[in-house]
């Protein structure tokens, strides 16, 4: 089982240092969770909690993922890089593809993009993207991307993007895997038909069997079950070694956790030493386990 460290609720100006305390612990990767701003008035409910109010939001640091991700590679050598989720449909594609294709370039091919379809129409209305559409636009954002990152010229004839023979570089040596998170049935249909992974966050044991359970027959009804498949899962439980094997047997490849949060809750975001120890403890209390 690897395990990937989030990031969100630390201070960005630790991010590099905490990456390398990651690295050494023995994670697997970190992630990094996007917003381009917090409204002040916020009438878009949040789709996983019960009242529609996100735990996390404003007075919360989003640095851009991919300045961020292109620092974090410079001062590493074998952590990986996830976003856990970049808002797809909040951009365009050809943004979006140079970004990531860049940063999958100079890390070495070290970066996964995790994505999701978005739920704050407050973002999308600045950004000028249509919020009712974003699915759809995902679906084909996602053949454009992998298109763009393949090299050489491309051409690209959807319904809602159009475009002749390009060439966009550098292209990437390897394909960059297109991890996707939400727990719709569009979602987890999403990611058994399109998606190389899921990602499924803050759910009980029982309900992340039954997701991965879904995505198992979607993948199957896809004819994809034979291929490679990454799930990125949060279970709230401690990572004992019966439910990482219970886990492992239902899919789940990656662990999706905090140190910080589990280890040191409450603890000061510009704390590094704080965030630095629960990071090294974690290891040693979870990282060996099979």
């Not at 460290?5 to 630790?14: D, E, T, V």
């Not at 996007?34 to 789709?47: G, K, M, N, R, T």
């Not at 995505?215 to 401690?238: N, T, V």
Request: hydrophobic fraction near 45%.
């Amino acid at each position: 089982m690897k395990f990937t460290n989030a990031l969100i609720g630390a201070s960005p100006r630790h991010y590099i240092d905490l990456a390398r305390a990651c690295e050494a612990a023995g994670f697997d990767s970190v992630s990094l969770s996007d917003h381009v701003f917090s409204p002040q008035e916020l009438s878009s409910a949040y789709p996983y909690t019960r009242d529609g109010k996100p735990v996390i939001l404003a007075d919360v640091d989003w640095p851009d993922p991919w300045v961020t991700v292109g620092a974090m590679a410079a001062a590493t050598s074998t952590l990986r890089f996830m976003t856990n989720v970049y808002i797809l449909p909040l951009r365009n594609p050809f943004v979006v593809a140079k970004a990531v294709g860049t940063a999958a370039v100079l890390s070495d091919n070290r970066v996964s993009l995790g994505v999701g379809a978005g739920w704050m129409k407050e973002e999308f209305d600045q950004m000028e993207q249509p919020f009712s559409a974003r699915g759809k636009r995902m679906n084909e954002m996602i053949d454009v991307l992998r298109s763009l990152w393949s090299g050489g010229m491309v051409e690209h004839h959807g319904d809602l993007y159009d475009f002749d023979p390009l060439e966009m570089r550098p292209a990437p040596s390897e394909p960059i895997p297109i991890i996707i998170g939400g727990h719709s049935d569009a979602a987890l249909r999403r990611a058994a038909e399109r998606g190389d992974g899921w990602i499924g966050v803050a759910y009980s044991v029982d309900e992340l069997l039954e997701h991965c359970e879904r995505l198992r027959l979607m993948r199957e009804d896809a004819g994809r079950a034979a291929e490679p498949f990454e799930i990125y899962a949060s279970p709230q439980a401690a990572p004992s070694p019966d439910l990482l094997a219970e886990l492992a047997a239902a899919g789940v490849t990656n662990i999706l956790t905090s140190a910080q949060q589990a280890l040191a809750p409450g603890s000061d975001p510009d704390d590094l030493g704080a965030a630095r120890e629960a990071i090294a403890t974690y290891g040693e209390l979870f990282l060996g386990a099979p």
